[in-house]
């Protein structure tokens, strides 16, 4: 039987309003993922603070378009452009879109 953590998430929109989400993130997901940043995707107000993803580019790496932290132990360089592999934050955009 697979366990589930439920993370609450604010999301702001353009018209100022605040739109209420919430991430229910497996267990092993979790598990499976090292965070140095304490796992700051998954607190409230995070949408602004994350690295924003381009596109997946299969279930363990996603191009990013925008990113917010330099030295993320899950964020590495490719040429010219940086891939996220935190397992964590890929099931957001997997399952949210975001």
Excluded: W
């Excluded at 702001?12 to 497996?26: C, G, N, Q, R, W």
């Excluded at 140095?36 to 998954?42: A, E, G, S, V, Y």
């Excluded at 924003?52 to 580019?57: A, F, G, R, V, Y």
């Amino acid at each position: 039987m697979k366990h589930f953590l439920l993370y609450y998430v604010y999301i702001y929109s353009i018209t100022a309003k605040v739109i209420f989400m919430k991430f229910e993130i497996s267990s092993d997901i979790i598990n499976k993922t090292q965070c140095d940043k304490d796992f700051m995707c998954l607190k409230e107000n995070s949408v602004e603070k994350i690295c924003q993803i381009k596109k997946c580019l299969d279930s363990d790496y996603c191009l990013l378009k925008e990113s917010k932290f330099g030295n993320c132990i899950n964020r590495f360089s490719f040429g010219f452009s940086e891939i996220c592999k935190c397992p964590t934050r890929i099931e957001i955009h997997n399952k949210y879109g975001i």
